[in-house]
């Protein structure tokens, strides 16, 4: 383990601030791109991925480096996560809407991946001044102290059980016995944080690009909850497929995976 964790949080707080803050509320129309139809990308993104990536691939030079903007230039990246035993996952700037809006609420992420777990995570948000950070087997850190939120009572989950979705998935929340719940963030790093912060009870997001959860699922299941998929099964930044839902317990993981299973059955995973 060449940088510990600290050097870590620092390159990425170093990314931020010379690539990112700058231009908050200042990206002018030459900044912002479109990479597909309603997904933008800016030069801070790439600035940023930039700083962090060509540090980590001096100071791990036989990992796989897994960053949003280079899979975009290049998808077979994500082949090889598949089967390589070191990789880094690097998100330079998650809730990219966020950020072109002037919405404070976005993140760098960045997560270490060996074999086949999820070893480290970070997740900085520049303007709310929050770092997570875990490690595997060693818990969950907000600004350097112990993550430890209250688990949601499993016998009143039907009733109390607070969660964030996007608002473009309108699930019928009262017939899957789940309470309707806020809209997200527009950022996982900060819908993750919200579980942390005893905000949100679950999570849960459609799209499962590994940048986007690698790093908030080890945050979560290191603080005592569970990130996983409808059909019960543990998340995996390897295996691509729809639905990832978090949970601030097992209990409350279970309970939603069950609801989420029957619904998505009935509606179609398109909804």
């Known amino acids: 383990m060449t940088m510990d964790s600290r050097a ?41 991925e930039r700083v962090i990536a060509e540090v980590l691939a001096k100071e791990y030079p036989d990992a796989l480096i897994v960053g949003e903007e280079a899979t975009s230039s290049d998808p077979s990246i994500l082949d090889r996560l598949r089967t390589v035993e070191h990789a880094w996952t690097i998100d330079p700037i998650d809730g990219t809407k966020n950020f072109v809006s002037g919405d404070d609420n ?17 997740v900085w ?27 949601p009572d499993p016998q009143t989950l039907s009733s109390t059980l607070r969660g964030g979705i996007s608002s473009r998935y309108v699930l019928p929340w009262g017939d899957i016995g789940i309470p309707a719940p806020s809209a997200s963030s527009g ?23 590994p940048w986007d959860h690698t790093p908030g699922a080890l945050l979560v299941n290191e603080a005592g909850g569970f990130a996983g998929r409808p059909d019960g099964s543990i998340y995996d930044p390897r295996v691509r497929r729809p639905w990832i839902l978090t949970g601030a317990s097992e209990p409350a993981f279970e309970f939603l995976a069950q609801a989420f299973s029957k619904s998505i059955e009935s509606a179609g995973t398109d909804r």
Not at 8 to 37: G, T
Not at 139 to 145: A, V
Not at 188 to 209: C, E, H, M, Q, R
């Open 8 to 48: 870590v949080l620092e390159l990425m707080k170093h990314a931020a601030e010379e690539e990112i803050r700058p231009r908050f509320r200042a990206l002018s129309a030459e900044d912002i791109h479109e990479k597909a139809p309603g997904d933008v990308v800016t030069v801070a993104d790439r600035e940023s």
């Open 106 to 122: 976005y993140a760098v992420m960045v997560a270490e991946i060996r074999g086949d777990e999820t070893v480290r995570a970070w």
């Open 125 to 151: 948000e520049p303007e709310n001044d929050v770092a997570h950070v875990a490690e595997k087997g060693a818990g969950t850190y907000r600004n350097e102290e112990r993550v430890n939120r209250s688990i």
């Open 187 to 209: 950022s996982a790093g900060v819908d993750y944080g919200l579980i942390l912060n005893d905000i949100f009870d679950w999570v849960a997001f459609k799209s499962d690009w």
